[in-house]
Antibody
Framework: EVQLVESGGGLVQPGGSLRLSCVAS????????MNWVRQAPGKGLEWVSYISSSGSTIYYADSVKGRFTIARDNAKNSLYLQMNSLRAEDTAVYYC???????????????WGQGTLVTVSS | SYELTQDPAVSVALGQTVRITCQGD??????ASWYQQKPGQAPVLVIYGKNNRPSGIPDRFSGSSSGNTASLTITGAQAEDEADYYC???????????FGTGTKVTVL
């Protein structure tokens, strides 16, 4: 079964740091691009970050650029999101999602992990 | 910042047809993908590409696209289709991806 399992969420004070992990199973992790997507309480989905299959290409949403770092360890089938200088507005459920495609103009996210909640509050 | 625009909410009678739209300039160049999200659950892919359904997604879900608008149609809506639906596409303004604002579908 293709599966993604996130961990590492929790309560952190403003200005603090947290590292999220996403462990993949059931597929060849090293062959796939990966993404982090978040959802603030009661709000919609927001794309956060992308990493290519080799880790050589990385993108961030403007809202997290300079504060968050995405990384992967293909030997451990794992994806990470290091979050620094956290703000109240970073409070959200964070999902990891596998990216798949048939061409440059046909791309999608499937599957998604169950999500991990990050709460930034004093 | 760039957005894909969706109607906030639509309702449909049980067994009837509902169409959810997603508008944005990037949809002229890229296909949208569509996700269903039920309360407390992770999003689930329902449509990708021109009109492709992942295995396990009922054939009452279909997709289409014209100009700057992508559409998700549920033909013969069921009670279990009540959920939030989000479109997603490449972002033509800088970020690689952008999600739609989301549509809450209520089945009456």
């Amino acid at each position: 079964e293709v599966q993604l399992v996130e961990s590492g969420g929790g309560l952190v004070q403003p200005g603090g740091s947290l590292r999220l992990s996403c462990v993949a199973s059931g597929f060849t992790f090293s062959s796939y691009e990966m993404n982090w997507v978040r959802q603030a309480p009661g709000k919609g989905l927001e794309w956060v970050s992308y990493i290519s299959s080799s880790g050589s290409t990385i993108y961030y949403a403007d809202s997290v650029k300079g504060r968050f770092t995405i990384a992967r360890d293909n030997a451990k089938n794992s994806l990470y999101l290091q979050m620094n200088s956290l703000r109240a507005e970073d409070t959200a459920v964070y999902y990891c999602a596998r990216e798949d495609s048939t061409s440059w103009y046909v791309r999608w996210f499937d599957p998604w992990g169950q999500g991990t909640l990050v709460t930034v509050s004093s | 910042s760039y957005e894909l625009t969706q109607d906030p909410a639509v309702s449909v009678a049980l067994g009837q047809t509902v169409r959810i739209t997603c508008q944005g300039d990037s949809l002229r160049s890229y296909y949208a993908s569509w996700y269903q999200q039920k309360p407390g659950q992770a999003p689930v892919l329902v449509i990708y590409g021109k009109n492709n359904r992942p295995s396990g997604i009922p054939d009452r879900f279909s997709g289409s696209s014209s100009g700057n608008t992508a559409s998700l149609t549920i033909t013969g809506a069921q009670a279990e289709d009540e959920a939030d639906y989000y479109c997603n596409s490449r972002d033509s303004s800088g970020n690689p991806y952008v999600f739609g604002t989301g549509t809450k579908v209520t089945v009456l």
